[in-house]
Structure formats: C-alpha cells, structure tokens
C-alpha cells in the first residue's frame, strides 16, 4: 500500500513539472493603482493554490490540536478515577414492577 502511495505521489509530481515546463510564460497581472506585474503561469497557479489551501489547512491543524488536549484531559481523568478504584456506589438492580393503570 505504501508503495501505491509513493507512486501516486510521484506522478502528481511529474505531472506538475511536465504542466510547469510546457506553460514557463509570464502573464501580466492588473494590480491596484495601475501598478502591473509580470509572473510565470505555474508560479501564479501554485500562489493561488495555497492561498486558498493554507487557511484551511491551519484551521484543519487547531481542531486537531484543540481535540487532542480535550481528549487528553478526559483520559488522565478517566485515569485518575481508576486509581482511585472509585465503583459505582450501588449496583444496577432491576426496577419495581409499575402498578396497572385501573
């Protein structure tokens, strides 16, 4: 599986260098007060990839962390209430019957 992983990559790879070499032209981008740059196309394609990847991927990374430290919290409670050898204080017993309804 990893091997089928690795090849993934490296043709997502090869694809990106093939794309990058055969589209090496700059383009001319319109900025604020008439102010005009000139930038490769794969160098504009992959600033505008990670502008929209990167925010969501941070967000992605402080759920994680947010979670793991939530879990991590429960678990050494769960810990310390084992060692404590707290049981539950009366064991489940069944309910009394209902009374019928006349």
């Given at each position: 599986?990893?091997?089928?992983?690795?090849?993934?990559?490296?043709?997502?790879?090869?694809?990106?260098?093939?794309?990058?070499?055969?589209?090496?032209?700059?383009?001319?981008?319109?900025?604020?007060?008439?102010?005009?740059?000139?930038?490769?196309?794969?160098?504009?394609?992959?600033?505008?990839?990670?502008?929209?990847?990167?925010?969501?991927?941070?967000?992605?990374?402080?759920?994680?962390?947010?979670?793991?430290?939530?879990?991590?919290?429960?678990?050494?409670?769960?810990?310390?209430?084992?060692?404590?050898?707290?049981?539950?204080?009366?064991?489940?017993?069944?309910?009394?019957?209902m009374p019928e309804a006349p």
């Amino acid at each position: 599986m990893q091997f089928l992983k690795t090849l993934f990559w490296v043709m997502i790879a090869v694809i990106a260098v093939i794309f990058g070499y055969r589209n090496w032209t700059p383009v001319t981008i319109n900025l604020w007060g008439g102010l005009q740059a000139d930038i490769k196309l794969p160098i504009l394609l992959l600033i505008a990839l990670l502008t929209g990847f990167l925010p969501w991927y941070v967000l992605h990374k402080a759920t994680r962390w947010q979670l793991r430290r939530k879990l991590d919290a429960a678990q050494r409670a769960l810990a310390e209430v084992r060692a404590a050898g707290v049981t539950d204080p009366a064991p489940n017993m069944p309910a009394a019957p209902m009374p019928e309804a006349p």
